[in-house]
């Protein structure tokens, strides 16, 4: 099994920041990449960004340079530091790492973030 765990969701005014981690463990030995989507309320789930393991990273349009993704593969984690929130930010983030062995997906339970307006 593979575990994902994320931390450093929370309430925030619009306009502030927060950082997102996620880490994963179990039964998982190489990775191709890592990222984050999100989850507004009524919506479907959205891709947010994703970075590789050759450090190439993708944003969806909505990021505008506000967000920033980085990541550690050696200790199987990744960050997600979001600045400028804005109102429409608010929703369920999730982790995910692609396996490189099998190409699975897994996620995480996900981590709450709510911007204030």
């Known amino acids: 099994q593979v575990q994902l765990v994320e931390s450093g969701g929370g309430l925030v005014q619009a306009g502030g920041s927060l950082r997102l981690s996620c880490t994963a463990s179990?039964?998982?030995?190489?990775?191709?990449?890592m990222g984050w989507y999100r989850q507004p309320p009524g919506k479907q789930r959205e891709l947010v960004a994703e970075?590789?393991?050759?450090?190439?990273?993708n944003y969806a349009d909505f990021v505008e340079g506000r967000f920033t993704i980085s990541s550690d593969f050696a200790r199987k984690t990744v960050y997600l530091q979001m600045n400028s929130l804005k109102f429409e930010d608010t929703g369920v983030y999730y982790c995910?790492?692609?396996?490189?062995?099998?190409?699975?997906?897994?996620w995480g339970k996900g981590t709450l973030v709510t911007v204030s307006s």
């Open positions: 179990g039964m998982i030995f190489s990775i191709n990449a």
């Open positions: 970075i590789t393991g050759s450090s190439s990273t």
């Open positions: 995910f790492v692609t396996d490189y062995d099998s190409g699975m997906n897994h």
